[in-house]
Antibody, heavy 120, light 108 residues
Framework: QVQLQESGPGLVKPSETLSLTCTVS????????WSWIRQPPGKELEWIGYVYYSGSTNYNPSLKSRVTISVDTSKNQFSLDLTSVTAADTAVYYC??????????????WGQGTLVTVSS | EIVLTQSPGTLSLSPGERATLSCRASQSVSGSYLAWYQQKPGQAPRLLIY???SRATGIPDRFSGSGSGTDFTLTISRLEPEDLAVYYCQQYGTSPWTFGQGTKVEIK
C-alpha cells in the first residue's frame, strides 16, 4: 500500500520560503507524476504543480514565479519550495500521486496534509 | 484556465435518497479527463471517479459518474450516513489542473 507523508515547518514568517518534503513509502517514486496541492482553511483545492520522477516539472501559472518542485529518487522523496510567502499562502498542503504514469492522471494517493501558517 | 462550477453548494438529503451533483466546465474538458473526490472533515480527498465515469479501486457501486464536454454529474444512488462529505470535481485534461469549489452533502 503506497503511503505519502508530508513534513516541514508548520509556521513560516512572511517573505520567507516555505519548504516541505513528501516521503513515499510502500512503492517506488519511479514512473509516476507527483504533485503538491493546497487548501486554504475552509476553501477549495488548488493544484500547485507536479514533478515527474525524471525531474521534469509543470507549475500552476498563478504560482510559477515562486514555486520549485524537485525529486530525489534515491530517498523516494519530492519537495516543494515556495518563496516570498504571505498570509494568503496559509493552507493545508497535500502531496499526491498521479494515478498512472500518464501526464493525464487524477490523484489516487494523498498524504494526510500538513497545515502551514504564515505569520510573524 | 478551465473554471469548474459545482452545484448545488449544499445538498441535504435523507439516507436512502439519491444525490445528484453537477460540475460544469468553462470550456470542454479534453479526453473526459474529469475526476470526482470525496473529502470528509479533517481528511485528505479520496478519489471516487476518474475519466468521468470509471470508479476508482474500492469505491462502492452506488457512486457513479457521467457526462462529457462541459457537463458532468456524480450520482450517489442510495445515500448512507457515511457519505457526509464535501465532493469536488477536478479536470486534468488541460494544464493547470483545476478543482471545483465543492458540493457539501448533508445527511438529514
Amino acid at each position: 500500500q503506497v503511503q505519502l507523508q508530508e513534513s516541514g515547518p508548520g509556521l513560516v514568517k512572511p517573505s520567507e520560503t516555505l519548504s516541505l518534503t513528501c516521503t513515499v513509502s510502500g512503492g517506488s517514486i519511479s514512473s509516476y507524476y507527483w504533485s503538491w496541492i493546497r487548501q486554504p482553511p475552509g476553501k477549495e483545492l488548488e493544484w500547485i504543480g507536479y514533478v515527474y520522477y525524471s525531474g521534469s516539472t509543470n507549475y500552476n501559472p498563478s504560482l510559477k514565479s515562486r514555486v520549485t518542485i524537485s525529486v530525489d529518487t534515491s530517498k523516494n522523496q519530492f519537495s516543494l519550495d515556495l518563496t516570498s510567502v504571505t498570509a494568503a499562502d496559509t493552507a493545508v498542503y497535500y502531496c499526491a500521486r498521479g494515478r498512472s504514469g500518464s501526464y493525464h492522471s487524477p490523484f489516487d494517493y494523498w498524504g494526510q496534509g500538513t497545515l502551514v501558517t504564515v505569520s510573524s | 484556465e478551465i473554471v469548474l462550477t459545482q452545484s448545488p453548494g449544499t445538498l441535504s438529503l435523507s439516507p436512502g435518497e439519491r444525490a445528484t451533483l453537477s460540475c460544469r466546465a468553462s470550456q470542454s474538458v479534453s479526453g473526459s479527463y474529469l475526476a470526482w473526490y470525496q473529502q470528509k472533515p479533517g481528511q485528505a480527498p479520496r478519489l471516487l471517479i476518474y475519466g468521468a465515469s470509471s470508479r476508482a479501486t474500492g469505491i462502492p457501486d452506488r457512486f457513479s459518474g457521467s457526462g462529457s464536454g462541459t457537463d458532468f454529474t456524480l450520482t450517489i444512488s442510495r445515500l448512507e450516513p457515511e457519505d457526509l462529505a464535501v465532493y469536488y470535481c477536478q479536470q486534468y485534461g488541460t494544464s493547470p489542473w483545476t478543482f471545483g469549489q465543492g458540493t457539501k452533502v448533508e445527511i438529514k
